[in-house]
């Protein structure tokens, strides 16, 4: 396998683990996962910070896209956010990889 394969397997993964995170931390929560931590007691905050972990490129994307049709930001605006949930991305899907590849072995 190349190594252009090698990493948008990668890429695919954590995007993956990450919408598969956002959506049972929804299903638990009744509400989208943010950034936005602050206000909310202690016990959510850490659910939400270990839920980010993996989430976080879904969560860029979402705010990304969703400040491109409401706030109408330039489209590099949307480019540079695809870049950085990209390389978050690319790093949880290796974690997830290395986890799942060291639990098989």
């Avoid at 939400?48 to 590099?76: D, H, K, S, W």
Wanted: with cysteine; proline share 4%; glycine share 8%.
């Amino acid at each position: 396998m190349s190594s252009i394969m090698v990493f948008l397997f990668c890429v695919a993964t954590g995007y993956v683990s990450g919408g598969l995170t956002g959506s049972f931390y929804r299903l638990v929560t009744n509400k989208p996962a943010s950034f936005h931590l602050i206000s909310e007691n202690a016990r959510t905050q850490i659910l939400g910070i270990l839920t980010l972990v993996f989430a976080g490129p879904v969560v860029i994307m979402r705010n990304a896209m969703m400040a491109q049709v409401y706030e109408n930001r330039p489209p590099y605006w949307l480019l540079l956010s695809g870049c950085i949930a990209s390389g978050w991305s690319f790093l949880s899907g290796m974690l997830v990889l290395d986890i799942v590849l060291t639990t098989i072995a």
